[in-house]
């Protein structure tokens, strides 16, 4: 869930934009960017917390890759990439 809907935004294209950047730092790094048990954690995590980097993680990722997972996983809406679809062309 994208920092601003946590915080009680609606739902927009950025917030689908930070789920599936989520997601593809998952599938990349074999991690999720906030492991916790807890919820209450991941959400305030999601919320407060920068997500590390992707090449920390899997040092086989390009750097291009890092900055575009970075950018999907922006806490500003206004930093983020504005689609999926951008987001992969980066």
């Given at each position: 869930?994208?920092?601003?809907?946590?915080?009680?935004a609606?739902?927009?294209?950025?917030?689908?934009?930070?789920?599936?950047?989520?997601?593809a730092?998952?599938?990349l790094?074999?991690?999720?960017?906030?492991?916790?048990?807890?919820?209450?954690?991941?959400?305030?995590a999601?919320?407060?917390?920068?997500?590390?980097?992707?090449?920390?993680?899997?040092?086989?990722?390009?750097?291009?890759?890092?900055?575009?997972?970075?950018?999907?996983?922006?806490?500003?809406?206004?930093?983020?990439?504005?689609?999926?679809?951008?987001?992969?062309?980066e």
């Amino acid at each position: 869930m994208a920092p601003e809907v946590i915080k009680g935004a609606r739902p927009d294209a950025g917030a689908d934009v930070y789920g599936f950047a989520c997601m593809a730092f998952e599938v990349l790094t074999g991690d999720r960017p906030f492991p916790d048990d807890e919820l209450a954690t991941v959400l305030f995590a999601h919320v407060d917390r920068p997500a590390p980097l992707a090449r920390s993680l899997n040092p086989a990722l390009s750097r291009g890759m890092e900055r575009a997972l970075a950018r999907g996983l922006s806490k500003d809406p206004g930093e983020r990439t504005q689609s999926a679809t951008a987001l992969v062309g980066e």
